[in-house]
């Protein structure tokens, strides 16, 4: 487990010495131990251990005497086994840190927003012991001022952000580095007016792109970010830009020159055979009509940018793309219609609805 002074590098609670620990009652598909910190009949602390897995969050929540059954929450609840199952589905309370699937993540349950995770990081962190020298290294690279900045942190509350197609938004690499990135369509508001476009896409999906910058600096102008070009746009959910972990800093007017995915293929409806293609706002449908290509709907949603530091510092570095279509996730980059690979296969597709020019 991690000690009261790693503890606070990551803004958790401390362990108190009066807190009695039980190990709760495993389920069957756990690869894990879950032990729970109580003050006095309150749980108050959960940590799970595994051979691949950590978390520790805070809780709120009231066990019986004998610490065999977890109480409800209203008076029309009835008690349930104290068990790792039962307790993981009350709701966490402050700053959570979890590691899994090789990703970490340092997370604000109140605002809902991540401080750190690694999702744009080689992912080299692969079992407990590798997420232990990870801690190790951050705790020793965390200043007083690291300290209070993660504090601050944790203390915000949950906010809704109003977004605005245009907006450009700061967000995190890693710990100190920072990347860039503008709102380019909001689908969830073109459903929410009705307008006309191949609805296949679940949550509520944007489309953004990240501009060819990695930084240190948080001060990057509007007008400096202008001059630089975008990886290729993704379809992402709202949450990070909705709860503001995406920082907005401004705007820049989209344009009709704006980089968008590109969705083609058959209508996913039963018994409907009709051919679609998505492109922004352009929306075609032919009712009857040849497939040409396969593999290119993309209606998947991510929860983050297309991005990867190596792969970032690379187009920056090169000045192109280039790099991102090299050795950006093959499968995404061999699927996506925008690849120079497919510009054959774009330009057909494109003349098959009519598009002049590819419009």
Not at 23 to 39: F, G, I, N, R
Not at 142 to 155: I, N
Not at 314 to 338: H, I, T
Request: glycine fraction near 8%.
């Amino acid at each position: 487990m991690l000690t009261n002074e790693q503890r606070e590098c990551f803004a958790l609670k401390p362990i108190q010495g009066d807190w009695e620990c039980i190990e709760a009652k495993a389920s069957p598909y756990d690869h894990h131990k879950t032990y729970l910190y109580l003050d006095g009949d309150i749980v108050v602390k959960c940590i799970g251990i595994g051979d691949k897995e950590y978390s520790e969050y805070e809780l709120n929540e009231a066990v019986s005497a004998d610490r065999k059954l977890l109480l409800p929450k209203t008076p029309k609840g009835k008690p349930v086994i104290l068990s790792s199952s039962t307790i993981a589905k009350r709701t966490r309370l402050g700053m959570c840190l979890g590691f899994g699937n090789k990703n970490i993540d340092l997370y604000n349950t109140a605002a809902e927003a991540s401080y750190f995770n690694n999702r744009y990081l080689e992912k080299n962190i692969t079992d407990i012991n590798d997420f232990f020298r990870w801690v190790e290294d951050w705790c020793a690279n965390t200043s007083e001022a690291d300290k209070a900045d993660v504090q601050r942190f944790a203390e915000k509350g949950c906010k809704h952000v109003k977004l605005r197609e245009g907006d450009v938004f700061r967000f995190k690499i890693d710990r100190r580095r920072y990347g860039y990135g503008r709102l380019l369509l909001s689908f969830a508001q073109m459903r929410k007016k009705k307008e006309p476009f191949w609805d296949i896409l679940m949550t509520k999906p944007l489309v953004c792109s990240a501009y060819r910058i990695i930084t240190e600096r948080t001060d990057v102008s509007v007008d400096e970010l202008r001059t630089l070009g975008s990886l290729p746009s993704a379809v992402i959910c709202d949450n990070a830009l909705y709860y503001g972990e995406y920082e907005i800093i401004g705007n820049i007017p989209i344009t009709e020159h704006e980089d968008y995915p590109i969705m083609y293929g058959r209508s996913i409806s039963f018994g409907d055979n009709a051919i679609c293609y998505q492109c922004g706002r352009v929306f075609r449908r032919l009712e009857v009509g040849e497939l040409l290509y396969g593999g290119f709907i993309n209606n998947g949603v991510s929860f983050s940018l297309n991005v990867t530091a190596p792969v970032l510092e690379k187009c920056v570095e090169a000045g192109s793309n280039e790099p991102y279509w090299a050795e950006y996730f093959p499968r995404q980059c061999e699927a996506d219609l925008r690849n120079p690979m497919h510009a054959d296969k774009l330009c057909e597709i494109r003349r098959q609805f009519g598009l002049e020019n590819g419009g």
